[in-house]
């Protein structure tokens, strides 16, 4: 390749605003400019059809080539079918990390490849840099309320030297929207895309009945302390912490505690119940590795928790033990825990179960 010549870069454009300004930046900044759109539904199903669309429209008013790639059978079964599984196991999973793994930065990422491009851009709010070693960092966006570094904690070196993210240092999502009228994008006043982009209405249980099978098995609500307390409709309607829609009489507000699938059990108690002590993590991985098996860090424990102080030991097979500072509401198996330094991502893994206030250590093995 020229030297003097940018790379080409291939952005994953979903008919949005954000990937479409993305598109527009990497244009007017110089670079080769390839529009490409995943196609992980049938068309009718839940209007993937109609963001094909958009992002075609927006690729022939800013002048660059628009490639569609088939990927309904591996998301279906990387993440949709991984999604229902875990319900079915008890979990609450959270997909947008598996497909930012697997999906975006994995199979289009070699799409992006595949169609001449030297680098993919997405329309994520979060910063890549790199320091004079060469190792990449990913960081907090700029916007924090739009930050999305959460959900890419599993990124591996290797994929984030061939990424970009312009919009990481955008101040916010209205100066965006600006630059969308700006260039004259047509999907300037488009809404943003709902929370999971495989659950029309963002209505889990239906989709869970619907399409994933789940009719679910009536089965008992059990206070903490063993007295039955209700009765359920499937323990993939609940999820560690809620409150509402659980239809039992008590003195005081019960949430879920936990959900047994084995004995198919949800159970409840009062707020005190949902504090833990931390919690112990699998499939842990690190973008910057640990100093050391033991350290102090930061962490977030779902995606709009703020990071709270806490200390990570390093276990045998993948795992980790972390322990809050503070005691931490609701953690949630399924869900991830991502660690910081500062602003930037250091790794994460995914939550295996909580911790209680007066709960022995893990067991060490190393």
């Given at each position: 390749m020229d030297s003097e010549k940018k790379p080409v870069v291939a952005v994953a454009m979903s008919g949005g605003v954000d990937s479409s300004v993305t598109a527009a930046l990497l244009k007017r900044q110089g670079y080769e400019v390839i529009g490409?759109?995943?196609?992980?539904?049938?068309?009718?199903?839940?209007?993937?059809?109609?963001?094909?669309?958009?992002?075609?429209?927006?690729?022939?008013?800013?002048g660059i080539p628009h490639h569609?790639?088939?990927?309904?059978?591996?998301?279906?079964?990387?993440?949709?079918q991984?999604?229902?599984?875990?319900?079915?196991?008890?979990?609450?999973?959270?997909?947008?990390?598996?497909?930012?793994?697997?999906?975006?930065?994995?199979?289009?990422?070699?799409?992006?490849?595949?169609?001449?491009?030297?680098?993919?851009?997405?329309?994520?709010?979060?910063?890549?840099?790199v320091d004079s070693a060469g190792l990449c960092h990913l960081r907090q966006a700029r916007c924090?309320?739009?930050?999305?570094?959460?959900?890419?904690?599993?990124?591996?070196?290797?994929?984030?030297?061939?990424?970009?993210?312009?919009?990481?240092?955008?101040?916010?999502?209205?100066?965006?929207?600006?630059l969308a009228h700006e260039f004259a994008l047509p999907?300037?006043?488009?809404?943003?895309?709902?929370?999971?982009?495989?659950?029309?209405?963002d209505d889990y249980v239906a989709f869970l009945e619907e399409s994933g099978g789940l009719a679910g098995t009536p089965g008992n609500i059990v206070h903490v302390g063993g007295q039955v307390v209700g009765r359920h409709r499937?323990?993939?309607?609940?999820?560690?912490?809620?409150?509402?829609?659980?239809?039992?009489?008590w003195n005081r507000p019960l949430y879920v505690t936990a959900i047994d699938t084995d004995r198919n059990v949800v159970v409840v108690g009062e707020e005190e119940y949902l504090a833990a002590a931390g919690l112990l993590a699998a499939e842990v991985g690190w973008i910057v590795p640990p100093d050391g098996k033991e350290f102090q860090?930061?962490?977030k424990i779902r995606y709009r928790h703020h990071p709270v102080a806490c200390r990570v030991r390093l276990l045998?097979?993948?795992?980790?033990?972390?322990r809050f500072d503070e005691p931490q509401r609701a953690v949630t198996p399924g869900q991830s825990v991502v660690f910081y330094r500062g602003d930037e991502v250091l790794g994460g893994g995914k939550i295996a179960g909580a911790i209680g206030p007066s709960a022995p250590c893990a067991e060490e093995t190393v």
């Open positions: 490409i759109t995943m196609q992980l539904f049938a068309p009718r199903s839940t209007g993937s059809g109609s963001a094909a669309h958009d992002a075609a429209a927006v690729a022939r008013h800013l569609v790639i088939g990927l309904e059978t591996d998301f279906r079964h990387l993440i949709i991984d999604f229902i599984d875990e319900y079915r196991c008890g979990r609450t999973p959270n997909p947008c990390v598996r497909c930012n793994r697997y999906v975006k930065f994995g199979l289009l990422l070699e799409q992006a490849r595949a169609v001449g491009a030297d680098l993919l851009a997405t329309g994520h709010y979060v910063r890549n840099t924090i309320g739009k930050d999305q570094s959460y959900f890419l904690y599993t990124l591996s070196q290797e994929q984030l030297s061939q990424v970009l993210f312009p919009l990481g240092e955008m101040a916010s999502k209205d100066e965006v929207r600006r999907v300037a006043d488009k809404g943003d895309s709902q929370e999971v982009c495989f659950i029309p209405d499937g323990t993939h309607r609940y999820t560690i912490g809620q409150r509402r829609g659980l239809g039992v009489a860090t930061a962490c045998p097979k993948g795992r980790c033990e972390v």
